[in-house]
């Protein structure tokens, strides 16, 4: 499966930004999705992942509340809804498809996307 990442940019703190995370193929349903960030000089980490039917999300607890991540995979498409954006959200932000081990880790993902900037000024 290709993974393609959009939808960042510069945004305010306190503002939202939606990115999408378009797939190609036609059995998307049956992956879990995530989303990952690095920031600059930073390893990259979990944000969020949902599960292929949809019904299980997980979030890293320094986005829970603020962010979501719904998908639609009638669109083939995963999106991060983010919220209440801080300047410490500054990142790449990338999605990954696969999950099959762990919803939560790098090693659970077998795809990803080129990632998207997202920059959150004070």
């Known amino acids: 499966v290709q993974l393609q990442a959009s939808g960042g940019g510069l945004v305010q703190a306190g503002g939202s930004l939606r990115l999408s995370c378009a797939a190609s193929?036609?059995?998307?349903?049956?992956?879990?999705m995530g989303w990952f960030r690095q920031a600059p000089g930073k390893e990259r980490e979990f944000v969020a992942a949902?599960?292929?039917?949809?019904?299980?999300?997980y979030y890293a607890d320094s986005v829970k509340g603020r962010f979501t991540i719904p998908r639609d995979n009638a669109k083939n498409t995963v999106y991060l809804q983010m919220n209440s954006l801080k300047p410490e959200d500054t990142a790449v932000y990338y999605c990954a498809a696969g999950g099959i081990r762990t919803l939560t880790a790098l090693y659970g993902y077998d795809y990803w996307g080129q990632g998207t900037l997202v920059t959150v000024s004070s």
């Open positions: 949902i599960s292929g039917s949809g019904y299980s999300t």
């Open positions: 193929g036609r059995t998307f349903s049956v992956y879990n």
